[in-house]
Structure formats: C-alpha cells, structure tokens
C-alpha cells in the first residue's frame, strides 16, 4: 500500500439518473439510462440523444453547472457530521481550457457562482481544467494537502456539460459523437460529483482507499494516425500497481471512463494484455457512461462513487479495483482502490 492512502468519507452525486448519489449508484447498478432526444440536430437531420440532468428550472450554461455543484456539494457535507464546508479545502474539476465550445470564462462564472449559491467563500481552494482525468489529479493534490499540509480532509468536485451546441458541433465534425450518420461515438450528458477523502481513521468498518495512482500519456490518439499500442495507459496502470505494492493479477475488477468508443475498449484490452500475467477467470470492466453519457469533468467523481456504493452494499466484483481514465489529449491516469479496513 502507498505511504499516503486516502479513504473515501463521502459523495455526493447530481446525474441525469439521479439527483443524489444514492439514486444515481443504484440507478447505475440496474443499467437505468436516461438517455433522450436533445434540442441539438445532427447533421443528418436527426435529434442528438442525450443524457441531461432534469432540474426543477430549464437553467443553461454556467448557471446549471453551478446548481448541480451546489446540489452535490451539500449532499457530500451531509454525508459526513460536523464538517466545515467553508473551511474544507476543495479541489474543483472542470472541463479542458481547449475544449471546443467552451462556456465563456467558464472557470471565474462556476467559482463566483458556487460560492454565491453557497453564501460563503472556501478559504481553501484549487481549480483543475483537465476534463475526465482532473479527478484523479485532484486525487494527487489531496495527498499532498492531507499528508504534507496537515488539512484533516479534501473534497473533490466535477462539473461538467457536453450538450452544448458549439461542442457536439465539433466532436460531430471529428466522428466522435453518436449521431444517425455514427455510430461510433459517445452520447453527451451533463452531471456534477463531489467526493470527500481523508487519511483512513481507526474504524471497525470497511472503508474505500485508494492505494495507488499513476500517471501516463499515449501518443496514438484518436485523432492520431499512429498505431495505438495503449503505452501511456500501460505506464500509468504500472504506476498506480507499483505505487499500491501489488501487481493485476491481484485486483479483482477495473471501471473505467469508456463512454461508446470502439478505440477506448481496444486500448483498456491492449492494456490489459500488456500487464496482465496470471489468469483470471473473469477480470470485469465498468463503464457507468453507459447510463450517465460522456460527462467529462464529472466522470471520476461518479466512478469513485459507484465502486464504493458497490463494496459497501456487496455488490461488487471485489474488494480490489483498477479505475482509469483517459483524456483525448492523451493524458492517462490510473488508481488502485482497496475495500479495507481502516487499520488494515
């Protein structure tokens, strides 16, 4: 096990399958989609399906982004008595700086807007603009202001929206949105996550730690024409083993941020059979995009959130789990996770 583990205390989630995490992990756990026609056209003349989150109030932009944060954020102080919201530190994950169709100052409208809602100001705070990979980066930035600040516990947040006109415009152009003319490609949805982790506490319960985190980068991009070979994914996952002292043949399932992409399937099995040294009877794989869409920022947020909704209700594959995630870029990180308990 890493020297600086990190248990999960608590989560909060806001999906289009559900407005708490409760609701989203068993909406999940049942295959429950929401996937429905969007106001978006495709270029064939045909509405976009997608996956939006159905709120109270037909709110857009930055201005539902910031709902659904503040949604998630109560439901994860809630989850744990006593805490301080203002004064925990909040590693806040949004979407790539150079992704197509960005909202306008997306970063200064959700911070100034979160803090509006929640009536307070953090006093301690972090932005992370790197899409789906931002939760397992915030992952590292809390092992540094837990183990080397002294901060008693971080909260992870994500936030994020793909139906937006001027982005499903541009994956559209470059293959990557499901639409009547492709098939190939992922469905747009919307959600916000919130997890808060701490160093693990003496406790007689089993709690979710993460063991291991790596980090790669892979030059065979979708939009590259080199042969993909799954290295950047490859040397992340070696990473997070060697970091959480264990090796594949010890883990028992993987989740994963696979959102319909034939060439992300192909990297996680290129991947696999690149590390991958004892045989398995059967070594799952969860992609939860199949219920939520492709939520970019919010995507690590609910992957923590299932796998421990999953272990504590024993439902799980395992004890032992493999999360990665990539970004189109090409950055790729990978985590061990470990269902233990806290003096284990």
Known sequence: MSAQPLA??????????????????????????????????????EWIMGCEVPLEQPWRGTTKLVKMLAMALRECAATSPGIDLAATPIILCLAEQDRPGLLPNLVHEVWTGIQQALDFRFQSWKVVTEGR???????????????????????????????????LTAFEERERLLTSQNSNGFIPGEAAAAILVQAPQPSDQPQLVCTGIGFGVEQATEDSEEPLRADGLVKAIKAALDDAGCDMGDLDFRITDISGSQYQFKEAAL???????KRKEEFDIWHPADC?????AAIGGIMAAVIEAACRKGYSKGQRILFHVG?????????????????T
């Open 8 to 45: 999960i205390a608590g989560a909060g989630l806001v999906t289009g399958v559900g407005l708490n995490a409760p609701a989203t992990c068993a909406a999940i756990r049942c295959a429950i989609d929401n996937f429905q026609e969007t106001r978006f056209m495709d270029a064939g003349g």
């Open 271 to 277: 991947a696999l059979s690149r590390i991958l040294r």
């Open 327 to 343: 970004n189109s870029d090409g950055k790729r990180v990978a985590a061990v996770c470990d269902y233990l308990l806290a003096d």
């Open 292 to 296: 939520v869409g492709e939520v970019g």
């Open 133 to 167: 990979v931002g939760f397992a980066i915030g992952l590292h930035h809390a092992r540094k202001l837990i183990y080397s600040q002294g901060a008693p516990r971080v909260i992870i947040a994500g936030v994020d929206s793909l139906l937006v006109g001027p982005t």
